[in-house]
C-alpha cells in the first residue's frame, strides 16, 4: 500500500502526529503493535512537572529555563509557542470527540493519585479538574473517598492518611468509605479479574448510574466532595457524571489507580476515533521490522504480518515509544532502535542503566536513553547521517525524563506536532 | 522495660533456630525464639532449595551425603509439603571429565543413595529441555524444598503448642551472671523499644551472624563467610533437578522452585563485614547465565527475573580455606567447655538439609543441661501442613466452584492448611497477587497467623510478587489489606509498599534488560508516575 | 515440556491492556479473561498439568487479545493450545458434527432442499437443541443445491486463456453454502486477467481446531500445504483466498498452533482484498461502474489479526461512488462454531450486541464484511444483508 505518510506507533504521539497529518489532506496510516502506553497513564496531560526536582507552578515559565539549559532536550528543539499551539491543536482534537479538558489558566494544577500524593499536570479532564472543582476546593471541609466493595485496586484509607497530611487539606476531615454496588454481586461470581473496566461498564448502564448515586449520596453524609477510583464510564462518561453530580449535588472527582487505567482509555478512544473519522488508516496488532532505504531516504517498511509487501509513504513518523512499547530493545549488554536501527543515546554497560534505589531521587538514567535527532527532528542512522524522510517524536526521543520531568505527554504532544508540521510543508511543497 | 522468662532462648529464626524451637516445644520445654529480621530471611532462604539427595557430596564428603540422604527420607514424611520429589538428573557434557561419572555413582553406591545410570535419551525423555549433547546421564532422588515454608511450618507448629516467636527483634547482648548466662537483652525494630528475657540456656543458631552474637558474650568465634550467588528464571524452564556431573563449581545446577527456576551457584569469600551488604555481581551473572545455558539451552531465550545471593555459615575449624571446601559439616559447640560459660550454645555450619537433625543434636544437649528426659519426636512428627498427604485432584473437587490454579496453589503451599485459607466465599479467592494466584484469603491468614510484618514477609509466606510482574499489581493490592487486616496504620501500609518495591527492585537490579527492564519501566510508571509513591516522605524518626 | 518456539507467554509485562479488550470477558464473569487463562495460568499449567482452569474453555478464539498485546503474547494461541494440550477431550457427536465442515456440506449439498426446510424448522431446532445442544435460536446457513466445484468445472475451460495464474483457495463455506461468492472472486480475477486455480483442498482446520481435533487438523494442515504447493505455477504466484478465518490457518495457525511447516506456501498466501488492491495500484484495474451505496465495514476480528483490515478498507475505498462507513471495531460475537454451542449462545449474542447496535445506528444499505460467519451472526440480527467485499467488486466490473 502506498501513502503519504507512516506513522509506526499508535500511541499518544502517533496519534496526534497521524490526526494533524490526515487532517491536512496527507493519505496517512499508522501501524501500532499492541495498545499504547496511554492505557496505564493518568489520563492528564503533564507539560513539566518539576525541574531539578522541584515542582512546578508555572510550566511555561519553567519551559524557559529548562530550554535554556539543555540544549538537546525536545522541549527546546520545539521552542515554547510551538509547544502552546501543540497543546491547544491537541485539546480540540479531543473536544471533537466529547473529551474536554481543562487547565488552570496556564499554570499547572494537581491532581490526587492513589496515595493521595499530589502531583503537578497541565490538562485534566473534567473529572479531574474543573471551574467547580478549583473553586469548591477552597471553602471544602468535608472530603469521602470511597471505594467499592469488593474492588481490590484501590484502598482509600491509604489515600486518605496521606492526602490528609498535606498542608491544603489541613482543615479538612478526609474519610475513607467502602460501598457496596449491588450490581457487584454478579461480578464477584469470578473475582479473579475485578478491574476497572469491569466497574466501569456497570456504569455503562444508565440505570446503573441512577441507583450507584444514591449508594454514593447515601455514603457521602454531607461532604463537599467525594473521591472515587476512576471508572465512571469508558465512553459516556461525560453523562455519568453529569447524573452523579446532579443526583448527589456533590462534586464527584476521579482518581486513576492500578491498570488499566479509564481516564487513559478515554483519551485513546477518543483520538482513535477522531483519527478515523479523518479518513486515516490504523494498522492495529502488526509491528514495523525492518525498512528499506536508498540514499537515506526510506523507502517503504515492512512488517511482521506482511513480510513480503511493503507499505511505502514518502514520509515517516517513528513514534514507537520506550522500552516497554518496543520503540528500543535493551538485550544483556546491548540496546538499540530495531526498525532502522538508528543511532542511540545510551550507556553501553548494563550497571550504569540504573540507579541504586527505586526511587532514587534523580530517577533512572535509562529512562533518558533513545534516539538522537537533529533540532527537526531527524534521527541519524548508524553511519551517522540524517535519515531524510524519517521523524521521531515521543518516548523514543532521548534526553529528558518523562517521569522526573513530569513532561510525558508534553513532549508527546509537542513532538508529534512538531514533526507533522515539517512533513506537512514538504508535502505542500512537494504538491 | 518489659522483662519475660523462659528456659531456652534460641537466636535466629533460620531453619536450625526454628527447628530447635520446634524440638524443644515437642519436649515439653518452653522456648522462645528471637529473629532480628524474619523467619528464614538469612541464609536459610537464600539458597537454590535444592533437596539433596546427598549426591553432590558424595565424592568428597561422604558422611555430609549419608546424612543428606537420611534427612532426605524423614523430610519427604514429615515436610511433603514444603517438598517436591522431583527427582535429579547429573549429566555430563562433552568438556567435561567423563570418568567423573564413574566415581560418582560408585560414591553413591557406598553412601546408599539410590543413584542409577540411565540412557542420554532417556534423559531426554525426563527433560526435554536438556542439553542434546550430553554424554551421559545419572539419574538421583534429588528433590526440591521450599526453605520459607518449611521454616514457617515449624514456627507454626511451635507457636500453636505455646512457643513465643519475636521476629524483626535484635539481640543486643547475651546477659551473664558470672560464668552462667541469665538471658539477652532485646530491641524490637518495630515497636522501637528494648526488652529482656532471662533463661539458663541460650542457643546462638544466629549462623554466620553467630559470630556477632558470641562477641557480645565476649567470646570468639570466628566465621568464614562465603557468598554464593544466584539467578531466577521467570517460569519452571526443568521439571527434574539438573546437577552437571563434574566436581562441584560455578553454575553447575538448575533447580526448579514452585514456579520457576534458579540456576546455581558461586562461591566467592567475603570479609565477615560485608555479611549485610552481599550484592551479586555482574559476572557472577554472566557466569551463572553462560554456565547455565550449557545444560539448558533455553536459558539464554528465558526472562531472568531476579538475582540474588546467600552467605554459606562455615565455621572455621582450622586455617583459612575456600568457601567449598570447608566441610558443611555440623558444629555444635558448648560454650561451658569450650569457654567457660555456662548455658551458651552454639549451633553452626551444617545444610538446610540437615536441621531438623542440627536440631536434635541441639535439643539434646538442652535437655541434658536442663534435665529433661523426653526423647526426640521430631522425625516422625508432621509439620502442620503435612498432616495428611492428599493429592491435588481430591482437593480440587473438595473446593470445586474456585478455579483449580487457585486451590492446587494454595494446596501446595500451605498443604493441608488450606482449609484454613480457602472458602467458597467469593471474596476469599479473588486474586491479589495474579502471577502465583495469591488469594485475599491466603493474605489475610498469613497476616493474622503467620508472623507477618512487612510485606516482605508476606512474601515469604506466599510468594506473593515473586513471580515475572515482581509485585507491579499486586504489592499496592496487599499493602492496603495490612490496613484491613492487622494492626497497621494507613502510613505503615504505605511504608511498607515503599520499602517492599526497593525490596523487590535489589533483586532485579542486576538483571536489568530485556522484559525485566520493560517489566521494571512499567513498574516505575505506575509507582512513581502514577501514583507518586517517591512522594511519600518517610516519616522522621 | 515446552518448545522454544512456544514461550511467549514468557514476555507478558502483566500490564493487563488484554482484559480490556477481550469480548468474552466483557460479556460474562464465568470467563476470567485473557491474561489469567493466557500467560498466567501456563506459567502454573507448565509446572503442574492440573492447575489447568477448565473456565478458559469460554475464550472464542477472536485474538483481539493479541492485537492489543504490547508485549507480542500470542495469548490466544496460549489458550488453544492448552485446551487440547493440558485437558482430557471429550467426544460429543456436536462438536464432532460442526467441526467436519466438509463432511457436512459434501451430505448437506446432496439432498439440499430437504436439509434447508429441516434446518429451518421450529421443531428440528427444538430436536437439535435437546439433542446436540445446539441452541434453537440459532439460524443455520443454507446449504446450495450445487457445489462450488462443481460450477467450477466448466468455469476451469477457459482459465487458460489467462497467462498469469492464481491459486484459490475458496473454503468449505464456498463450495458448499454460498458459491456465489466463489464466482464472484472469479470473475474479479479473471477481470484483473489472472487466470484461476482450484486444488483438492482440505476443510483448513479452523473448526477442528476450535474443536479439539488437533491430529486431525494438523493431516488436513499438512494435506493442504502439500497440493497448495504443488499447484503453485511459479515460486512467485500467489495463493488467495477470499476467508478470513481460512487465510489466518493457513498464515498464522499452521505454524504457530499446530506446529506445521507452512513455508512453501508462507508468503504466497494472500488475503484477496490485498491481492487485488496490490494489482490496482500496480495500475491493472479493470473498469468500474459506480456503485450508489452506503455501505457499513465491519472488520472481523481474525482479518484484523493478520493486519489485513486495511486492505479490505482502501479496496472499498477504490470502487466509485461507493460511500463507506467504518464500523467501530466490535466482535460479531459468532467466532466460528463458538455461537452454535447451547453453552456459549447466550455470550454469544451479547458479545455481538455492542455491532448490532452500531450498525443499526450507521443504517447503510448493507454491511459489507470479509467472514461467512460474521455474515450469518449480522444478517440473524439484524435487518441487513451482508456482502463480501469482493462481491461488491464483482458488481461494480462491468
Redesign the interface.
Known sequence: MKFDCIIIGGGISGLTAGIRCVEEGLHTAIISSGMSALHFSSGSIDVLGYVHNKVVYKPFEALDTLTGTIAQHPYTKCGKPLIVEALQFFKQECETQNVYLFDNENLNHFHVTALGTLKPTYFSQRSVFNEDVYNRFKSMKKIVILNFEGYRDFHPKLAAAQLSKHALFANCEIIAKSIDMPQLQDITRHPHEFRSVDIARIFENEENVYRIADVIRLAAEGADFVVIPAFMGIHNFNQVHNILQSRTRLLIYEIPTLPPSILGLRIDNALKSRFAQLGGVYIAGDKVVRAESNNDVVQAVYTTNHPENPLEAKFYILATGSFFSGGMISEFNNMYEPVFKLKLHYEPERNKWYSPQFFYSNSHPFLEYGVVTDENLRPYDSKNNIIQNVYCSGAILAHYNPIREGCGSGVAISTAYKAANQIISLYKLMR | MKTLETEVIIIGGGATGCGVLRDCTLRGIKAILIEKNDIASGTTGRNHGLLHSGARYAVKDLESATECIKENRILKQIAWHCIEPTGGLFVTLPEDDPTYHNRLLESCKFAGIDAKEISVKKALAI???LNPNILSAIWVPDGTIDPFRLASANILDSVERGALVFTHTEVERIMLKQNQVAGVQCYDKIAREYFEVYAPIVVNAAGVWGQHICETAGIELKMFPSKGSMVII????N?VVVNRCRVPSDGDIIV?G??VSLIGTTSRKIPYDKIDELVVD?DEIDIL?ADGEKLIP?VS???VLRAYCGVRPLVAVSGEMDGREISRGVVLIDHKERDNVQGLITIAGGKLMTYRLMAQMTTDLIAKRIGNKKRCITHKMPLPGSEKRVG??KK?KYFSGI???VV??TH?RHGERVHNILSLQ??N????C??E?VT?GEVEYAIKNLKVKDLVDLRRRTRIGM???QG??CA??A??LF?EFGEF???T??KL??DF??E??KGM??V????G??????T?????????????EEEEQ | MIKLENISFDHCIKCTVCTIYCPVARVTHLYPGPKQSGPDTERLRIKNPQLLDISLKYCSNCKRCEIACPSDVKIADIIQTAKWRYSKKEFRIRDFLLSRTDLMGTFGTIFSPVVNFFTHLGIVKYFLDLIFQIPKGRTFPNYASMTFRKWFKEAKKYQNKYLEKVVYFHGCYVNYNYPQLGKDVVKVLNALGKGVIITKEKCCGVPLIANGYIKKAQSHGRHNIRVLSRALPHEQARIVSASSSCSLALKHEYPNLLELDNTPIANNIAYITQYVLEEFEKGNIPNLKPLKYTVAYHSPCHLERMGNVAFTIELLRKIPGLTVKILHSECCGISGTYGFKNEYYAISQAVGSELFKIIEEANPDFVVTDCETCKWQIEMNTKYTVVHPISLLAKAIE
Not at chain 2, 521467570?234 to 524452564?237: E, F
Not at chain 2, 479467592?429 to 491479589?432: D, V
Request: proline fraction near 7%; glycine fraction near 10%; include cysteine.
Open positions: 527433560e526435554p529441555n521467570d517460569y519452571r524452564i521439571n526448579p514452585d514456579t555482574d547465565l533455553n531465550r528465558t526472562r491435588y485432584t480440587i478455579p483449580n490454579s492446587g496453589s501446595y467469593k471474596r479467592y479473588g486474586l491479589i495474579e502471577c494466584m485475599l513471580g515475572p510482574c507491579e499489581l499496592y493490592r499493602a492496603g490496613t496504620t494507613p502510613d501500609s504505605t509498599l515503599k518495591i526497593e523487590r527492585f537490579k542486576p536489568l534488560w530485556g522484559d527492564l520493560r517489566e521494571f519501566e512499567f516505575y510508571w505506575i509507582y512513581q508516575g502514577l501514583f507518586g509513591l517517591g512522594l511519600v
